[in-house]
């Protein structure tokens, strides 16, 4: 298993724009990708529910694979 | 032929076949189903998929931040989670419709629960679940219909989201049986410019396909209209559209003498649609949407950086802007964070920002930079006043932080009954009719039970505006009228003969109210004035003061 951390970027966090990018990414890629946060329970990262259930703020951290790391440090806010 | 009464929302009129919003399904009774699990399942997994593809497809359609929403709605119709969750409940032998409803229910629960931002969200998840489980039912989805034609769309009410989803370019005009003049819908209406009739209880026996004439200015719908009423509907829907073409000029009665229109703005976003209508300039810039959605109150250069814009389209023309008015209806945590019983009667507008003064410093800093930096003539105001020392307390501020002109908003019965002395104390008064309505009949404007009681028309009313027209008058100090008054075209004439000497209203309404006082001469307006003031109630006083315009062109006619 491959796993890496992550700072949120977006600066209100994972809502549902950000979400909704991740998940669709994720969804793409075709493999199984679990996220969660510190401390937290690990969950399907294609389900944009599941994602924005778990309430990421801006700077949480999060482990997720390589090719969607830029996703997440990207401020979608901008 | 049937009538059908309401408040009218504005001045237009409409017609069109009726199309109705479908109303919200009940919650799936949790019955055992008579279909296997797998049967379920794929009707489930079937409508869920339908209703994704249906989303995805309108977000297209739409574009723009629409789109994003709706794509993440349709997301979340295909959501794994959500698949999973529903599979789990069909297992234990419930119907899809109930399973569908329990699945998003429980993601609904959680959004709620977290509160702020996600919280909002749960909407959008009963949305998808109301799509899914009426397309499981073979039923009309509930929400915005979108007939492909334009429509009169005639709703129990509307909610923000479906609002937000509505073509106006399809909409002919709008009719509710529930909600009042300060209803979502009505802002809605005002905002764009929509014909509108809500609170029309009778609304409910129409039905779709019906051809209704929507008169906002009489407050009435009327079903199967006869052929002489639908020519009378047409020809008023073309004399209107010809007055909104009509040359935008200056305010001015018959004579010419001027009476500025100006607008009412939110935030710097409207300011060219407004200039387009002809706005004169801003008579009430409200800045609270800068402060709420804030935890602490934004900082001197964000705040400078936003009048800044709003300042430069304005170039050359007068903007008045009124600092931070919270508590009430619109309460910030950093400024009043006490539970109060009365909060209309509480510590809000110039009350709460002297408990907390940086914040009024800060604000009054950051305008007066942006007013060194562009050309508009910019004046400043306190809400809220009641007493002498208030206006005075606020003029001697803003002068020492480097504004040039400091005025009061007169809300309060008190700062009416003695205008003169506050007018002495500072340079202007703008008058907001919806709070002075409020305050002077003791009724609550967001209480829809006392709804009738919240009439500027009502004499008293107009008494208080008279005394501070007058005070100003004496003292060669302008009053202004901010607040949905001012809008009313009628109404509007009464005003500038109780000594109005600008008039500040919605972007949508500066046409109608152009139009209305180009008819009246300065001592018609008085006349107007008079018989209004004598009349009994509000709605007495709007007849009243209907009668004497009717003479008065009835007079000219015969003149002429």
């Known amino acids: ?78 | 032929m049937m009538e059908i009464t309401g408040t009218g929302i504005g001045q237009g009129v409409a017609v069109g076949p009726v199309v109705r919003m479908a109303e919200r399904l009940p919650e799936p009774v949790d019955r055992p189903s008579h279909l296997d699990p797998e049967r379920e399942g794929e009707r489930a997994r079937g409508s869920l998929s339908v209703v994704a593809a249906e989303l995805a497809n309108r977000g297209a359609k739409a574009g723009g931040a629409a789109k994003d929403v709706l794509e993440a709605q349709a997301m979340m119709a295909e959501d794994p989670s959500i698949i999973d969750e529903v599979t789990k409940l069909l297992a234990t032998g419930k119907t899809a419709e109930r399973a569908v409803y329990e699945a998003f229910a429980a993601y609904r629960d959680l959004l709620v629960g977290m509160g702020g931002y996600m919280g909002e969200r749960a909407a959008d998840l009963d949305d998808i679940s109301q799509r899914v489980i009426a397309h499981l039912l073979k039923l009309p989805a509930p929400g915005v219909p979108n007939p492909g034609h334009p429509f009169v769309l005639v709703a129990r009410d509307l909610a923000p989201a479906d609002t937000a989803m509505l073509d106006l370019d399809q909409v002919l005009g709008l009719v509710t049986v529930g909600g009042g003049p300060t209803s979502h819908t009505a802002i809605l209406a005002r905002e764009k410019a929509i014909v509108a009739v809500v609170g029309a209880a009778d609304a409910t026996a129409l039905a779709d396909g019906d051809t209704v004439v929507v008169d906002a200015a009489a407050g009435l719908v009327v079903s199967t209209p006869t052929p002489e009423q639908l020519a009378d509907a047409n020809a008023r829907i073309a004399e209107r559209a010809a007055l909104q073409a009509a040359p935008v000029t200056p305010g001015a009665l018959a004579d010419g003498t001027p009476v500025p229109l100006l607008v009412n703005l939110g935030s710097a976003e409207g300011a060219v649609e407004a200039l387009r209508l002809g706005a004169e300039g801003v008579g009430l810039f409200r800045t609270e949407f800068l402060f709420l959605d804030h935890n602490t109150a934004p900082s001197v250069r964000d705040q400078q950086e936003h009048y800044t814009k709003l300042l430069r389209a304005f170039a050359g023309k007068k903007v008045v802007v009124r600092v931070l008015d919270a508590g009430a209806d619109k309460p910030l945590s950093f400024l009043n964070a006490a539970h109060e019983e009365n909060p209309a009667l509480g510590l809000r507008g110039i009350r709460a920002l002297r408990h907390s003064e940086v914040i009024l410093r800060e604000q009054l800093t950051a305008l007066a930079a942006a007013d060194a930096a562009t050309d508009a003539e910019v004046w400043v105001m306190a809400p809220m006043v009641a007493t002498v020392e208030e206006a005075r307390y606020f003029s001697a501020l803003a002068k020492e932080l480097g504004m040039r002109v400091a005025g009061v908003m007169v809300e309060t019965p008190s700062a009416a009954l003695i205008a003169d002395r506050v007018l002495a104390a500072c340079d202007f008064a703008s008058i907001g009719t919806n709070d002075l309505t409020q305050y002077t009949m003791a009724a609550d404007r967001l209480l829809g039970t006392v709804a009738n009681l919240q009439d500027p028309w009502h004499p008293a009313v107009l008494r208080l505006v008279g005394d501070v027209g007058a005070a100003g008058a004496e003292l060669g100090k302008p009053v202004g009228i901010c607040g949905e008054a001012a809008a009313d075209p009628l109404l509007a004439v009464v005003l500038v003969g109780l000594g109005a000497t600008s008039l500040s209203m919605s972007p949508s309404a500066l046409a109608d109210v152009r139009a209305s006082l180009a008819r009246y001469s300065p001592d018609d307006a008085k006349a107007l004035a008079r018989a209004a003031l004598a009349a009994e109630g509000a709605a007495e006083a709007k007849r009243a003061a209907e009668a004497a315009a009717s003479e008065i062109t009835a007079s000219r006619a015969t003149a002429s």
């Open chain 1, 1 to 78: 298993m491959v796993e890496r951390t992550v700072r949120i970027g977006s600066t209100h966090g994972l809502h549902a724009r950000p979400a909704k990018l991740f998940t669709q990414a994720v969804a793409a890629s075709g493999t199984r990708v679990m996220v969660q946060t510190t401390g937290g329970p690990a969950v399907n990262a294609a389900s944009i529910l599941a994602v924005i259930a778990q309430g990421i703020d801006h700077g949480d951290e999060r482990a997720v694979l390589d090719e969607l790391v830029e996703l997440l440090s990207t401020d979608h806010d901008e």
